[in-house]
């Protein structure tokens, strides 16, 4: 099992960047391919970004794109969702998640994540 410990969450105004941060523990965090999701208050939870094992492989919600970027440091068990253009509409927690899949590059199914974190708030003001 991989524990997951986001941070890096704030209160930001519209415009403004802000880095957030999942440390995995527990496992071999190059075993797993990592995402972001987030859920806004009375919302469902969303996909945000998703990366795969090696890196080379990214996925992105047509909501965040150009305006978000995911990356991972495997050396340091890290990933990264680095959130440039911050709008109110991102007000949300975001969570980290991780699931094991056997190919490199592969991006998993939306729906196939097997472990969470507990999130992080992100709160963009206007």
């Known amino acids: 099992q991989v524990q997951l410990v986001e941070s890096g969450g704030g209160l930001v105004q519209a415009g403004d960047s802000l880095r957030l941060s999942c440390a995995a523990s527990g496992r071999t965090f190059t075993d797993y391919a990592m995402g972001w999701f987030r859920q806004a208050p009375g919302k469902e939870r969303e996909f945000v970004s998703a990366i795969s094992r090696s890196g080379r492989n990214t996925d992105y919600a047509d909501s965040v794109k150009g305006r978000f970027t995911i990356s991972r440091d495997n050396a340091e068990n890290t990933v990264y969702l680095q959130m440039n253009s911050l709008k109110p509409g991102d007000t949300a927690v975001y969570y980290c998640?991780?699931?094991?899949?056997?190919?490199?590059?592969?991006?998993?199914?939306?729906?196939?994540?097997?472990?969470w974190g507990q999130g992080t708030q992100v709160t963009v003001s206007s």
């Open positions: 998640a991780a699931d094991r899949v056997g190919r490199l590059d592969y991006i998993p199914s939306r729906e196939g994540y097997d472990y």
